[in-house]
């Protein structure tokens, strides 16, 4: 279970639509509803800045395969997505920042878990607040 999760990117607005380009996984259940959403301007900085937030309460899973294992990621509770607009070099970019309240990992492979949290660590620079982990032995028959 990891907990304050915050994404960054400039090529992907989400975590979600990361793991869907860019290990193909996929979307099998999902319901959010959006509690809040607005727009800011700010013109006092060196760079015209726009923000524009959205708040929602989401309940969402993905499935997919990493190092061969099935692997099921769960985002739920309050999701915050910011979109910044800043000029760099005269020119818009769009920075995506998503901060997500809990996100649960689940696999057959504690190894596929920890090579993929250190992969979107080091892809995403992504920042976990808190993580607490659980393992469960399945039955195995002698």
Partial sequence: M???VVFRSIDYRSLEEFLVERYGFNRIEGEEAVTASGRLRIVEAAHPVEEIITRCSSTEIYEGRFLDARVVVEFFGDIV???????????PVVVYV???QMIKLVSESGYALQRLMEQLS???GLHVGKSEW???????EA
């Fill in 98 to 100: 998503v901060r997500y």
């Fill in 122 to 124: 080091v892809s995403l």
């Fill in 134 to 140: 659980a393992f469960h032995r399945s039955g195995v």
């Fill in 2 to 4: 990891l907990r304050d």
């Fill in 81 to 91: 997505r910011e979109e910044d607009i800043v000029k760099v070099d005269g020119r």
